[in-house]
Nanobody, 121 residues
Framework: QVQLVESGGGLVQAGGSLRLSCAVS????????MAWYRQAPGKQRELVAD???????KYADPVKGRFTISRDNAKNTVDLQMNNLKPEDTAVYYCNAKVALTTPGVLYEYWGKGTLVTVSS
């Protein structure tokens, strides 16, 4: 089975930092894009940051300049460094990966269970 497990969430004061990590495990051929999403109460789940297998990065406007996504292809992990956190960053953060199981190019999406980030003012 393919599993994604997030870690690193918690409570932090505004202006502080947290680093989230996600580990992908299981039987798979390759991992394409990896991403972090978040969902705040009363809001839709939104893309926070995305990184391709080649290392190209994209960020949602609210986090540009504050968050950094990175990955280690050898370890099948993706991290999200979050700096200068704001109360509006409070949400459940989910790891996402597009995975080829046996056929190259045929991708399936997998999600972690989420980790809660709470930013107090």
């Amino acid at each position: 089975q393919v599993q994604l497990v997030e870690s690193g969430g918690g409570l932090v004061q505004a202006g502080g930092s947290l680093r989230l990590s996600c580990a992908v495990s299981g039987m798979l051929f390759s991992i394409n894009d990896m991403a972090w999403y978040r969902q705040a109460p009363g809001k839709q789940r939104e893309l926070v940051a995305d990184i391709t297998s080649g290392g190209s990065r994209k960020y949602a406007d609210p986090v540009k300049g504050r968050f950094t996504i990175s990955r280690d292809n050898a370890k099948n992990t993706v991290d999200l460094q979050m700096n200068n956190l704001k109360p509006e960053d409070t949400a459940v953060y989910y790891c996402n990966a597009k995975v080829a199981l046996t056929t190259p190019g045929v991708l399936y999406e997998y999600w972690g269970k989420g980790t809660l980030v709470t930013v107090s003012s």
